[in-house]
């Protein structure tokens, strides 16, 4: 049983590390995307995303056609 629980507990913190880190990332991608095309609005947009719900930035920049361009 204990084995089951530490791999248990691998897998949770793995999964958290993901997150936090996707969501910095995210927060600096937006940042960087001042710099690029883009409306004002869709770059606020982007940077409260990522500040708030970290990773789910992630389904914006994509879904977005005119948001961070080069």
């Known amino acids: 049983m204990a084995d089951m629980d530490s791999s248990g507990g691998m897998i949770v913190f793995l999964f958290m590390l993901f997150w936090v880190l996707a969501g910095f990332i995210g927060f600096g991608m937006s940042l960087v995307c001042f710099r690029y095309k883009g409306t004002m ?27 961070c361009l080069k």
Not at 47 to 52: I, R, S, T, V
Request: no cysteine; charged share 5%; proline share 4%.
């Open 41 to 67: 609005a869709e770059k606020i947009i982007g940077a409260l995303l990522a500040f708030f719900f970290g990773p789910f930035y992630w389904i914006y920049y994509m879904a977005s056609s005119t948001y």
